[in-house]
C-alpha cells in the first residue's frame, strides 16, 4: 500500500503546483474546459459478516449506477468553435466520466437556423449484488449446467443416501439439508450479477425554410451481462426434502428449484422520421416511429440440481407408509425433469405513425391535435409444452405415447401475436372574454388484440402428476387444477381495452400574478377478458395561485374522483362442477379458484382524493419553500360491486377491525411535506437547508382458503373457505430526507461548498388475524387454521438509511485554471427481512418438534398450534427468521446488498481554453 500512495500524493501535489509554472500567462476563456485529475476510493462492506468472503465495496449498491473507482479520471470536457473555416457552421463536443462505465459522449456539428448533426454514446451499468454465489456454469448462451458429479451427490443425497440405504423421506429430510449447507455451498463460484447498458444516438434536423423543417432519428441500446431469476421445477412454489411417503425409500421427488444468472443480451433499436410546417396561425406535423427488439438468447435451459435424467410419475403401492384415498389404490410422486426450460424476452417489433396539427378557429380559439395509431408485431416460436422426456400425451388411440417435448403437438409453431393501437388527442382554447380561458381536452386510446386465440394444454412446471386412480400418468388437460389442468389463452393473449377521457375547465386571471381554475373530467373504461368491463370515473378538480406580492406565492390544488364499475366478475369465481359464475352475493357453496368478492385495486370501485400545497417566499437575502402533498384511495365501499354488507366474521365489540367489503386493497394513502430554505449572511457565506417527510399506509384484507376434495362444499368442508380465516395486513413506510450546508467564498479566489445529507427509511409490515381463534375443532366449517407458519404475524421492520458527506474546494489560480479538491463520505445501513438473511441455501433449519437436521440447529418455531408462534430468530440477525423447511431442494444465489461504507478523494485540475 505504501508503494501506490506515494505516486498518489505526487499527482495531487503537482496537480496544485504545476499549473502555476505551464500556464504563467492568463488565456481567455473561449472555446472549452476540461476538468482532469486522480481520484482515490477506499471503504468496506460491513453488513453481512456471516459471508465466508469480504465483498467489494466498488461493486456494492454505492456503484449501483454508476463507476466510482481509482485511478485518473477526466471528470467532464466541452469545447465550442463557432465559425469553422470561415464558415457558419459550429462544433461541439463534450463529455462527461470519461473512459469509465458510466461515460457520456456529446458532439454536434450545424449552423445556427439551418440545420443540426449530433451524435450521443451513452454507457451505464447496473450491479445488482455482490454477494451471489452460483453452482451453475453457462456452457452456450442460455444453457447453464451442473457438473455431473455434484448433480449424482445431490440426486442421491434427496433420494437414496442415508446411514443404511435405502433411505426413507423422513431420513432425507434429516440428512439432506445438512449436506448442502455445510458440503455443497462452500464450493459455490463467486458471481457478480451485473448488466451494462450501451446506448447511441444520432440525430439530424434540416430547416428547409424558416416555416419547414425536416428532422432524423435513430437509437440503438445494447444490453449485457446477467442479473437474478428465480425458477422452480413444479407448479408450487414449495421444494421440500422430499415428497414421498415418509417410509417408502428411493424415490425422488419433483418440487425442486434454482435461482439463475439470467443471461442479457438484448438490442433496442429505434428510428424516427418527421416533419413539421408551421406558420403564425397554423401548422401541422408529420412523423413515424419504429421500434425493434432483437434478443440473442431466446430461451434458458437449466439443469435440475437434484435429476440427473428425466423420471415419470412414480406409482407406489400400499403399505410402507402408502395409504392411499379413494378411488386411488395406489400413492403416486409427480414426474422429475432432469432439466427445465423457459422462454425469455421475444423478438418483436412496433411501428407508429404521427399526425398533429395546430390552427386559430378566428380569433378566439385555438385548436390542436394528434392523432398516433400503431401496429405491434411479434412471432416467437413456441417451446415445447415440457423438457420432460418422460410425460406423455395421447395418441389417437388414446394411449399416453407422444412425448410432451414433441413441438408436433403444440397448435401452431408460433404466435404470430398482432395488436393495434390508436391515441388520440383533441384540444381546443377559447379566450373569449379578457381574462378567462376556456378549454376542452379530449383523449382516446385504443388497444386491440388481434392475435388468434389458441387452446392449450401445458404442463406447468415441467411435471405432472397420476391420475384419479394412482395407476399411471395424468393426461394432460383433463384435470380441474394442477399441472394436468387445462388451459387456454382467452383472456390472456385477447386482452383489450378502450380508454375514453373528456376534460373542461376553465382559468380565472383576476391578479397580474394570480390565477383561479375549475373542471371536470370524465373516463370511460372498457375491458374485454377482465372482470370490470365498464367502468366511469367522475373527477372535479381545482387549483389557486395566489401571489398578493411580488415575493410571495401560494399554490392550492385538490382533485376528487369517483370510479365505479357497472360490475365485477372475475372468470376464476366460477362453480366447477357447472361452469356458472358466481358473483360476490352469491349463496353458492361451491368452492371457486378465487374468493368471489377478492378485487384487484385497477378496477375495483374507488374513491380519490388528491391535495397539493405550496408556499414560496423571497425575501433578498432569506428564501423559503414548503409543500403538501396527499393522495388518498378508498375500496372499502359497501355495495355497488363490493359486498352490500360487512364480510367480517367478528362483530360488535369482539370485531378486531373495521368493516370490509371486499378482500384486497382497502385503503392507499400518502403524505408528503417539503421544506427548504436558504439566507445569505453576506456576500461571502450562505446556508442551505432541506427536509422531507413521507409517509405510506396500505391496508388489505386476505383469506386463508383450501381448496376442497371430493363432494365437499365450503359448508361442509374443514375451514376451507371462512371468514374465520380472514386476516388484515397494513403496510406502513415512512421516509424522512435531511440536507444542509454552507457556501463559503473567500478573498474572492477560494470557493468551498459542503454539505451533509441523511435519507432515513423505516417500512413496517402488521400482520393480523380477524376470527375466532378458539374455533379449532378438526370437523368445523369455520375451523381456525391461521396457527403455526400459517399464523398472522408481524414481518421484521425494514431499515435503510444512507449518509453523505461532501467539501469541495476550489481556488482560481489564474482566470483559466481552477485547481479543485473534494472529499465524499457516503454510509448505507440496510436491513431488510426479504434480502439480508439470504444465503445460497436457506433449507438448514429444523422442524418445531422431532429430530434435529443435521448441521442445522435452529429450529423453525415453537407453538406450531398457536395463532401466536415464536419463531427462532437468526443469532446474526435478530428477529429475522433465517430459512425455510419448504425450500430444502432449492438454491439460491444469496443475493443481497448489504451495509457499506465507502470514502472517495478527488483532486482535479479545471482548465478553460
Not at 464558415?87 to 463534450?94: L, W
Not at 455451498?185 to 423543417?213: C, H, M, Q, S
Not at 390542436?368 to 408485431?377: F, Q
Request: glycine share 8%; net charge neutral; with cysteine.
Amino acid at each position: 500500500m505504501k508503494l501506490m500512495r506515494q505516486p498518489t500524493r505526487l499527482v495531487l501535489l503537482a496537480l496544485l503546483l504545476v499549473p502555476t509554472l505551464l500556464f504563467s500567462q492568463e488565456q481567455p476563456a473561449q472555446h472549452g474546459s476540461v476538468e482532469f485529475g486522480v481520484r482515490h476510493v477506499r471503504g468496506d462492506v460491513y453488513g453481512r459478516p456471516d459471508l465466508p468472503f469480504t465483498p467489494d465495496p466498488i461493486t456494492s449498491k454505492f456503484n449501483e449506477y454508476s463507476d466510482y473507482r481509482s485511478g485518473f479520471v477526466v471528470r467532464k470536457f466541452y469545447a465550442n468553435f463557432d465559425d469553422i473555416l470561415g464558415s457558419k457552421n459550429y462544433v461541439t463536443a463534450q463529455s462527461q466520466s470519461t473512459f469509465y462505465k458510466n461515460q457520456s459522449y456529446l458532439a454536434t456539428f450545424g449552423r445556427y437556423g439551418k440545420f443540426r448533426l449530433q451524435f450521443r454514446y451513452d454507457e451505464i451499468p447496473h450491479v445488482y449484488t455482490n454477494t451471489a454465489r452460483s453452482l451453475y456454469v453457462q456452457t452456450s448462451p442460455g444453457v447453464f449446467t451442473i457438473l455431473p458429479a455434484t448433480k449424482q451427490i445431490l440426486q442421491d443425497r434427496s433420494s437414496t443416501v442415508c446411514a443404511t440405504p435405502p433411505c426413507t423421506a423422513a431420513q432425507i429430510i434429516i440428512s439432506l439439508p445438512g449436506f448442502i449447507a455445510t458440503q455443497v455451498v462452500p464450493g459455490e463460484n463467486f458471481i457478480l450479477p451485473e448488466i451494462r447498458r450501451k446506448a447511441g444516438t444520432g440525430l439530424f434536423t434540416y430547416n428547409v425554410t424558416p416555416d419547414w423543417n425536416f428532422n432524423f432519428l435513430f437509437w440503438r441500446e445494447n444490453q449485457v451481462g446477467t442479473r437474478p431469476i428465480g425458477l422452480i421445477l413444479n407448479p408450487s412454489p414449495s421444494a421440500s426434502a422430499s415428497g414421498q411417503p415418509q417410509t417408502t425409500s428411493g424415490r425422488q421427488s419433483p418440487g425442486t428449484g434454482a435461482e439463475l444468472p439470467e443471461p442479457i443480451d438484448y438490442f433496442n433499436n429505434t428510428v424516427k422520421v418527421g416533419t413539421e410546417y408551421g406558420k403564425k396561425n397554423w401548422a401541422f406535423q408529420l412523423g413515424y416511429t419504429g421500434s425493434f427488439f432483437q434478443n440473442n438468447i431466446g430461451s434458458l435451459l437449466f439443469d435440475n440440481p437434484f435429476a440427473t435424467a428425466d423420471v415419470p410419475v412414480q406409482i407406489i403401492p400400499p403399505g410402507g407408509g402408502c395409504t392411499p384415498t379413494a378411488p386411488a389404490v395406489n400413492c403416486a410422486i409427480g414426474a422429475v425433469p432432469a432439466q427445465g426450460q423457459v422462454d425469455v424476452y421475444p423478438n418483436n417489433q412496433a411501428h407508429y405513425l404521427n399526425f398533429a396539427g395546430a390552427f386559430d378557429l378566428g380569433k378566439y380559439v385555438r385548436v390542436m391535435g394528434t392523432v398516433n395509431p400503431g401496429w405491434l408485431r411479434q412471432n416467437d416460436p413456441f417451446l415445447p409444452y415440457s423438457a420432460n422426456s418422460q410425460i406423455f400425451f395421447p395418441d389417437s388411440t388414446g394411449a399416453l405415447t407422444i412425448p410432451a417435448t414433441t413441438l408436433s403437438l403444440l397448435p401452431a409453431p408460433s404466435l404470430n401475436g398482432q395488436k393495434q393501437t390508436l391515441a388520440m388527442n383533441w384540444t381546443l382554447i377559447a379566450s373569449l372574454v379578457k381574462d378567462v380561458q376556456l378549454a376542452a381536452k379530449y383523449r382516446h386510446y385504443d388497444y386491440n388484440n388481434n392475435t388468434a386465440v389458441f387452446t392449450l394444454t401445458p404442463i406447468l412446471g415441467d411435471t405432472i402428476g397420476a391420475n384419479s386412480t394412482a395407476t399411471a400418468q395424468l393426461t394432460p388437460g383433463t384435470a380441474a387444477s394442477g399441472s394436468g389442468a387445462e388451459d387456454s389463452t382467452v383472456g390472456r393473449s385477447n386482452i383489450g381495452f378502450n380508454k375514453k377521457t373528456l376534460e373542461l375547465s376553465g382559468n380565472w386571471f383576476f391578479a397580474k400574478r394570480s390565477s383561479a381554475k375549475v373542471g371536470w373530467e370524465g373516463e370511460w373504461f372498457d375491458r374485454s377478458h377482465r372482470d370490470a368491463d365498464h367502468s366511469f370515473e367522475n373527477s372535479v378538480f381545482a387549483a389557486v395561485d395566489l401571489s398578493p406580492r411580488k415575493d410571495l406565492l401560494f399554490r392550492l390544488a385538490y382533485r376528487h374522483s369517483d370510479r365505479k364499475p357497472e360490475s365485477y366478475q372475475d372468470e376464476a369465481a366460477v362453480d366447477p362442477a357447472t361452469e356458472t359464475l358466481i358473483e360476490c352475493t352469491s349463496t353458492s357453496t361451491a368452492f371457486t379458484e378465487e374468493q368471489r368478492c377478492h378485487r384487484r385495486f385497477d378496477e375495483a370501485a374507488r374513491l380519490l382524493n388528491r391535495a397539493d400545497a405550496t408556499m414560496q417566499y423571497n425575501l433578498q437575502k432569506f428564501t423559503f419553500t414548503g409543500g403538501f402533498q396527499t393522495i388518498q384511495q378508498d375500496f372499502n365501499r359497501p355495495g355497488g360491486t363490493n359486498s352490500p354488507t360487512a364480510l367480517n366474521f367478528l362483530t360488535g365489540a369482539a370485531a378486531t377491525t373495521g368493516p370490509y367489503y371486499l378482500y384486497g386493497a382497502l385503503k392507499d394513502l400518502s403524505y408528503i411535506y417539503t421544506f427548504d430554505a436558504s439566507y445569505a449572511l453576506s456576500p461571502e457565506v450562505s446556508l442551505f437547508g432541506e427536509y422531507t417527510h413521507e409517509r405510506y399506509h396500505k391496508r388489505m384484507i386476505s383469506r386463508s382458503r383450501t381448496p376442497t376434495s371430493g363432494t365437499q362444499t365450503i359448508l361442509t368442508c374443514n375451514g376451507c373457505d371462512t371468514a374465520n380465516n380472514d386476516w388484515e395486513s397494513t403496510y406502513r413506510d415512512i421516509f424522512d430526507t435531511y440536507a444542509a450546508g454552507v457556501d463559503l467564498y473567500l478573498v474572492k479566489k477560494a470557493y468551498l461548498t459542503t454539505y451533509y445529507s441523511l435519507s432515513a427509511g423505516k417500512g413496517n409490515v402488521f400482520s393480523r388475524f380477524l376470527g375466532d381463534p378458539t374455533i379449532l375443532a378438526p370437523a368445523t366449517t369455520n375451523r381456525f387454521v391461521l396457527v403455526g407458519t400459517s399464523a398472522a404475524l408481524d414481518y421484521p421492520e425494514t431499515t435503510t438509511r444512507i449518509h453523505e458527506l461532501v467539501a469541495v474546494f476550489k481556488y482560481k489560480l489564474t482566470k483559466n485554471i481552477m485547481p479543485k479538491l473534494e472529499y465524499r463520505y457516503q454510509q448505507f445501513d440496510n436491513k431488510d427481512f426479504q434480502t439480508s438473511p439470504m444465503t445460497p441455501y436457506m433449507g438448514c433449519i429444523s422442524p418445531a418438534t422431532g429430530t434435529l437436521v443435521n448441521g442445522c440447529p435452529v429450529r423453525q418455531l415453537t407453538g406450531s398450534t398457536s395463532p401466536n408462534p415464536t419463531f427462532t430468530a437468526s443469532p446474526f440477525y435478530p428477529g429475522f427468521v433465517v430459512g425455510d423447511t419448504s425450500s430444502a431442494r432449492y438454491l439460491f444465489l444469496g443475493v443481497d446488498q448489504p451495509s457499506y461504507r465507502v470514502h472517495v478523494f478527488t483532486a482535479t485540475l479545471e482548465y478553460r481554453f
